[in-house]
């Protein structure tokens, strides 16, 4: 066990520690699973692991985005509370050691005791991947969807203006929530290029398989099975959104903090 100094109460002083994470999400089912459900399939579980056996503790984890099954991550952020004396540089250089090779630690630092990774994010932003080719791009495939032709821009871009701004977006959400189901997205882009598109969504949050749900109902619009103006019909119940979008295709991008509580 770690050795720790003690404070004037005799208890060891607390660090608050913030990790930024890269996974492949494949053989996982999402970020956290409930036990009966498969929990230790889940990323959290893996880093669970490592930390509570570096740590002597039983550590809980704080994360900035719940990814749901097979979705990947570019940088997840966590945040953890820790009476280990180790350092910052201990708890990278020892998760990246021990974990397996599908997940990364690409930083860890101390941060102030008010930060948490779950309820300080002020927004999220996923990017889903589509190759466009005619030939699946066998080196890409695992981390892309396939569409050709290109799904029609201007209509998936019609489409998004429908879904920016304030709604509610419980018809986009394979969960059971009946509040809290309104978010906001501040953003739709989308890039295209020769080989493939991308659509990147930003919202100060999202609900369960929102993003896949969103993203598989662009595509449909974008492959003409649906017109840009069903999305208000979903919004109102009339319509049902479209399938969710393949997993291995949704990333995790990046999660934006105040800079304040950093």
């Known amino acids: 066990m770690h050795e720790t ?13 913030r990790l930024v994470i890269q996974y492949d999400g494949t053989r996982y089912l999402g970020w956290q699973r409930p036990e009966k459900d498969g929990f230790s399939r889940s990323v959290s579980y893996k880093i669970n692991e490592v930390l509570n056996h ?6 809980v984890l704080r994360a900035g985005a719940r990814t749901d099954p097979g979705v990947h991550a570019l940088a997840q952020t966590v945040s953890f509370q ?13 998760l990246n050691q021990y974990l397996p090779r599908d997940i990364a630690v690409l930083s860890s630092e101390r941060v102030p005791e008010r930060f948490r990774a779950d309820l300080n994010a002020i927004s999220r932003t996923y990017e889903y991947r589509i190759c466009t080719q005619e030939i699946y791009d066998i080196f890409r495939m695992k981390y892309e969807t396939h569409c050709f032709p290109a799904p029609d821009l201007p209509s998936m871009e019609r489409a998004a203006s429908f879904l920016k701004g304030r709604h509610d977006f419980r018809c986009f959400s394979a969960g059971r ?3 809290g189901t309104e978010k906001e997205i501040t953003g739709i882009c989308f890039i295209l290029d020769a080989e ?11 609900l369960h398989r929102m993003p896949a749900l969103i993203a ?7 492959t003409g099975l649906r017109k840009p103006e069903c999305i208000p019909e979903i919004f109102s119940g009339t319509e049902k959104a479209g399938a969710p979008a393949e997993a291995k295709g949704l990333l995790l991008k ?8 950093t």
């Open 54 to 59: 570096m740590t002597g503790e039983t550590v």
């Open 82 to 94: 820790t009476a280990s004396s180790l350092e910052p540089e201990k708890f990278l250089n020892g």
């Open 254 to 261: 990046s999660i934006q903090y105040d800079p304040f509580l």
């Open 5 to 17: 100094a003690l404070s004037q109460k005799g208890e060891p002083p607390m660090q608050n520690i």
């Open 216 to 222: 598989g109902t662009l595509l449909e619009i974008g």
């Open 196 to 206: 493939r598109m991308l659509i990147r969504i930003t919202a100060d949050d999202f």
């Open 177 to 179: 929530k009946k509040k």
